[in-house]
């Protein structure tokens, strides 16, 4: 008998104790998130983007140019780079981050010249840093890039170039995009390759294109290695365009996010450290089924700076023989550092680099970049410089090719 009263007894306890539970849950929502990662394993809050503004377009204008950091990589030895970097972005109004190494401390196990494998550790090392520290998506430049006075105003663009070339992706395929969250650059990427110097589209695609761009160097005046042909056709030739990216050359500026990193070191570390980390990125961005997702700007966003003086100069893994020249940024019409003298000393306008530049001035604070809209190319081909040399400001013969 004493059982049998202690049955219905304990039913009564237990249902009491859960309908006490829930009424504490629902008060506590944060305890119970059953089946969510830890906060030590989840990405970092990005203090550089307002998760809060339905709109993180404005966010392209901050210190960091709506990323959660700006990272520049290069050689410690290197502190006239190191000087000349930071002057630079100074001018834009940009915090960078440092990441670099020495010469000699790059481990002799690894293959490939000394500085060639410098190069890979400064370029890996940052993106397991990325990776370590959960940093949401990180912009990388290299010590020698420049980019244009009016970076902010084209960062702006590029935002609105990139959400619409996701978006329309997904419609494609016949899913509509997840609203923006985390980012003003959108949320299906893994990186933005904004400063190639050379780079291909995938075939039958939306492009994002600018027309009347002032910030577009002349057609004589591009040293890319290779692009898409269109852009340099009658009637586009002061056009931008952005888009889905096959591959490039060179690792002067790109973006990724935290799973973008992590994906570039799963590749590079199949990879021997003597060949340049620019190859595995341009097979990842090459990749099927969009597992690696790259957008990319043509012409770039970030160019490559040339000291005065001989051009090995410039380089810190190969040395060209090439003669002496003038300094000059390629591909970068109204170039922040060889404005630097103009800017340090208050001026509000910035020259551009070649009379065949119009306008030949500008003033940064005022500037706007024009709109841009979306724009079908089907199977666009690829302009493919035999002779490449960045050095080089005159326009070489090329050859062309079907994008795949």
Known sequence: MQRIVSIPLAICVFLLYNILLFRWQRGHPE???????????????????????????QD???????????????????????????MAASFVRMDLDWAGERLDSTPGKHRGR????????????????????????ALILEDDADWDITLKAQLLEFARG???????????????????LSSPYGDDWDMLWVGPCGITARGEQPFYAIPNDPTVPPVSRRTEYEHPAFADEEGMEQTRF????????????YAVTYEGARKILAQLSM?????????????????????????????????IWLQKGSSDLNSD???????????????????????????????????????????SEIDSATFTSPRGHLVQMERPETKIKPSHSIASNSADAYFIRQAP
């Open 60 to 86: 392209t204008q901050n210190a960091t140019l709506g990323f959660e950091r700006v990272f520049a990589v290069g050689f410690g030895d290197r502190t006239d780079k190191r000087d000349a970097m930071a």
């Open 271 to 303: 990879m021997p450290s003597n060949q340049p980390v620019d190859v595995a990125y341009s097979a990842l961005c090459g990749s099927s089924n969009d597992y690696f997702r790259c957008v990319a700007s043509y012409p770039p966003l970030i160019g």
């Open 317 to 359: 893994i190969s040395d060209s023989g090439s003669p002496p020249h003038e300094a000059y940024s390629s591909g970068i019409v109204y170039s922040t550092r060889v404005n630097a003298q103009r800017l340090a000393a208050g001026k509000q306008t910035c020259l551009a680099q070649w009379e065949d530049a119009k306008p």
């Open 114 to 137: 000394p500085d060639r494998r410098g190069s890979w550790f400064a370029h890996t090392n940052v993106l397991q840093q990325i990776v370590d520290q959960k940093v949401h998506s």
């Open 31 to 57: 305890t119970f998130r059953w089946g969510e990662k830890s906060p030590s394993t989840e990405l970092n809050s990005n203090p550089a983007v307002n998760l809060e503004k339905p709109d993180l377009l």
């Open 242 to 253: 952005f888009f889905a990216s096959t591959g490039g050359v060179c690792t002067t500026g």
């Open 162 to 180: 990139s959400r619409a070339i996701q978006s329309a992706k997904q419609a494609q395929r016949g899913r509509n995009l997840r609203p923006v």
